[in-house]
């Protein structure tokens, strides 16, 4: 039977800087039930007037007891994200709801070989599938494509630079390319997935997740690659104001 979703409290244990417009926030929440890498919450704050307002985030990381992981990008005149990246503080206090869906998740006992695409802010929940494969001692070959504007909107990238065995990694840049960089400054194409990703005989679980054009784009080039629809996941978001 599926749990009823209920908002439980959840208090900031820990803030980590991402880039200059993003922050990773680590929460406590007593009883947490757990959940599955892919999946995600909604986030509601209230203020002292009784107004209240909420969010969906991607879970950053895999279960761990009672202690959850968001990575969360300030939008310009959002009703949560600016208070998350730029005035919430360790010991402070929000609800969270969750964890919610079933269908973009990865499990460690899956075989098949794993590929990632995201875009932007839509690497977070693909972040949580590669630390679960860690955490797992999981020894599944992973692949991640990661297509940003330019290397200081990287997330994680300290973590990323670590060599993992059985994850590659490659990165498209659509905005400004960094010096040195192998392919030029464009979104990504046919030929980025193909050398990037796995070929489709190999019969890949294929993660999307980012914006809406982004996820539909990636979608329609993995087709072309003769990868099986039922084998492609996609998750999205767009503009909700926030």
Do not use: K
């Not at 200059?20 to 890498?37: I, N, Q």
């Not at 869906?101 to 802010?121: Q, Y």
């Not at 059985?166 to 980025?192: E, K, S």
Request: charged share 25%; hydrophobic share 40%.
């Amino acid at each position: 039977m599926r749990r009823r979703l209920t908002w439980q409290a959840a208090r900031l244990h820990e803030v980590r800087d991402e880039t200059a417009t993003a922050r990773s926030l680590v929460f406590d929440v007593p009883g947490w039930p757990g959940h599955v890498a892919g999946q995600h919450v909604d986030v509601r704050l209230t203020a002292e007037d009784g107004y209240t307002t909420q969010r969906s985030y991607s879970l950053a990381a895999p279960a761990d007891g009672d202690r959850i992981e968001l990575t969360v990008e300030a939008v310009p005149d959002g009703e949560v994200s600016p208070y998350l990246t730029e005035v919430i503080e360790p010991g402070d206090q929000v609800e969270i709801r969750g964890p919610v869906g079933g269908w973009f998740v990865w499990r460690p006992e899956n075989e098949a070989p794993v590929m990632l695409v995201g875009g932007g802010s839509g690497v977070v929940p693909l972040m949580a599938m590669i630390r679960a494969r860690r955490q797992a001692g999981s020894r599944v070959p992973f692949r991640l494509l990661y297509s940003l504007r330019d290397q200081d909107r990287r997330y994680y990238a300290a973590e990323l630079r670590r060599p993992e065995p059985g994850l590659d990694i490659t990165y498209v840049y659509t905005r400004a390319a960094p010096p040195g960089a192998a392919r030029p400054a464009g979104r990504i194409t046919l030929a980025d997935l193909a050398e990037g990703g796995w070929p489709a005989d190999f019969a890949p679980d294929c993660y999307v997740c980012g914006s809406t054009g982004f996820v539909e784009a990636a979608a329609d080039l993995l087709l072309t690659l003769g990868h099986a629809p039922e084998r492609i996941r996609t998750e999205r978001f767009g503009p909700t104001g926030d």
